[in-house]
């Protein structure tokens, strides 16, 4: 017998009286309130099924209630709950050398975080130590995190509303975003090379000895998948060898094999510096990111004290998770199986733009993708520009009420719609889900111009 029962306005009214919404507007919310959840779906209290197309923030990788987890964490709560970062635990050694054994290049060493954000704070503070420099370059349409220095080194406009609070000393530069070319290229690898050729002026421009790091995503999430050609993201690491300047992967969303490998710079043959990883690492089970360095940022801290500190690094539970999360991702081959996956959404989402005028582009790799909608095919008017705001949100709002509606839960944002569903879906599943994107794009279709 429950001692005290919660009906459902109760739980809202004190969730909408007591805590605050991230990025949202506070008057007028109508969170759901979810109860249960396995697999690819979750059900909220009504009891309605909603599919879970993005993995709720692209972290869900291996779907939810997995028993194998709570197991290992529970065990791990009985055993030693928690240590301060000086002293170690068994699930700290193995969850760090499983990283090596994975990572790309020579990264050997990690610290451990909190979340995505923390670990590109010290990801930037890292790099400027060690290289004595103080600029970062980064790209316009990205997003690193929500603190200070992660929310400047992002060129997501959620900044500009804190924009005097800003980390200094970023420098921002146009995406090879080549379905929205800057420089209006004809061709995917002109794009690429004026992007390239743009970044090196830049360099110039700032002092590439001013310059600590370069930081970009591992492949673009948030910002609408925006892919990088082939090429671009090795020119941009030779770049910064020719300069000593450090290169940053931030792996926090195309980590953990959601872009088929398991980090989206394996994608294009990079070895980073330093890499920064959260959500997949415990695939949303419990809070947890990472910092990986390179040898040779690792050793120069053998002799002098490394200047990072969080009173939860390295904690024992999260940490657990993360062991029993890898090994999920490892017996069920879940890396492979989104790059397969990634091959079968392509297959189908072509054959959706036949249908739906309103898709103008589809952008995927492995597990990760973006339908882009637009008003109109030839002259890409997009259903909601960039920033878009409420009233300009219409068409878009409707289409997410309708995928709601429909049950399916994915991130929609201005014009991109994700299709990121958990490594875990079946071809079934994806089928599904897909079939109720086609219908709800029947409404974007009709504001077609
Ligand atoms: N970096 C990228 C690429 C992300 O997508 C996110 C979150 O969406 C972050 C960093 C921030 O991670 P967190 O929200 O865990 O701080």
């Given at each position: ?13 004190n969730?909408l009286k ?5 990025w949202?507007?506070q ?6 309130v ?6 690819v ?17 692209v ?22 709950s928690?240590v ?19 990572a ?33 370059v ?5 997003y690193h995190?929500s ?11 959620r900044?500009?509303?804190v ?14 975003y ?28 700032e ?5 600590a790091?370069?930081?970009m ?12 050609p082939?090429?671009?993201?090795k ?14 992967a931030?792996?926090v969303?195309s ?16 070895e980073?510096?330093l ?5 997949g ?17 690792a050793?120069?801290?053998d002799?002098?004290?490394?200047p ?7 904690h024992?539970?999260t ?28 297959v ?8 739906h005028?309103?898709?103008?582009d589809?952008?995927?790799t ?44 994915t991130?929609?944002?201005?014009n ?6 958990p ?27």
């Amino acid at each position: 017998e429950p001692v005290l029962t919660f009906e459902r306005e109760e739980i809202v009214a004190n969730n909408l009286k007591h805590t605050l919404f991230s990025w949202q507007k506070q008057a007028g919310l109508k969170p759901l309130v979810i109860d249960k959840a396995e697999g690819v779906y979750i059900w909220d209290m009504n009891g309605k099924r909603y599919l879970d197309f993005s993995s709720q923030l692209v972290n869900m990788n291996i779907g939810h209630g997995r028993p194998e987890i709570a197991e290992a964490v529970y065990k791990q709560m009985q055993e030693v709950s928690y240590v301060y970062p000086g002293m170690v635990t068994k699930v700290r050694g193995e969850l760090a050398k499983k990283l090596a054994e994975v990572a790309p290049g020579n990264l050997t060493k990690t610290f451990f975080t909190l979340g995505g954000a923390d670990a590109i704070e010290n990801a930037i503070k890292l790099a400027r130590l060690h290289t004595g420099r103080h600029k970062i370059v980064a790209l316009y349409q990205s997003y690193h995190g929500s603190t200070n220095g992660a929310l400047a080194a992002g060129g997501d406009p959620r900044k500009l509303q804190v924009d005097s609070q800003q980390m200094p000393n970023v420098v921002h530069v146009e995406n090879p975003y080549f379905y929205r070319c800057p420089w209006h290229s004809e061709t995917e690898e002109k794009c690429r090379d004026h992007a390239l050729e743009h970044l090196e002026r830049v360099v110039g421009y700032e002092g590439p000895g001013n310059i600590a790091a370069v930081i970009m995503e591992g492949e673009s999430g948030t910002s609408g998948c925006i892919k990088y050609p082939k090429g671009y993201l090795k020119k941009v690491k030779q770049l910064c060898e020719k300069h000593g300047i450090l290169f940053i992967a931030d792996e926090v969303m195309s980590g953990f094999g959601r872009t088929g490998k398991w980090f989206g710079v394996q994608n294009h043959d990079v070895e980073p510096d330093l890499l920064c990883f959260a959500k997949g690492a415990t695939a949303g089970y419990l809070p947890l990111g990472g910092l990986m360095v390179s040898d040779e940022i690792a050793k120069a801290f053998d002799d002098k004290p490394l200047p990072l500190g969080l009173t939860y690094s390295a904690h024992p539970v999260t940490c657990a998770a993360g062991v029993a999360v890898m090994e999920v991702y490892e017996k069920e081959n879940l890396v492979a199986r989104a790059a397969e996956l990634g091959n079968y959404i392509e297959v189908k989402v072509a054959e959706l733009m036949q249908k739906h005028q309103s898709i103008g582009d589809f952008r995927n790799t492995g597990l990760l993708g973006c339908l882009e909608l637009v008003k109109n095919r030839e002259t890409k008017e997009p259903m909601a520009p960039w920033n878009a705001n409420a009233s300009e949100m219409s068409v878009m709002n409707q289409v997410q009420a309708k995928l709601y509606e429909l049950g399916m839960y994915t991130m929609v944002r201005w014009n991109f719609v994700f299709i990121a569903p958990p490594l875990t879906v079946t071809e079934a599943q994806i089928d599904e889900g897909l079939a109720i994107i086609s219908e709800a794009l029947k409404i974007a279709d009709t504001a077609c111009k």
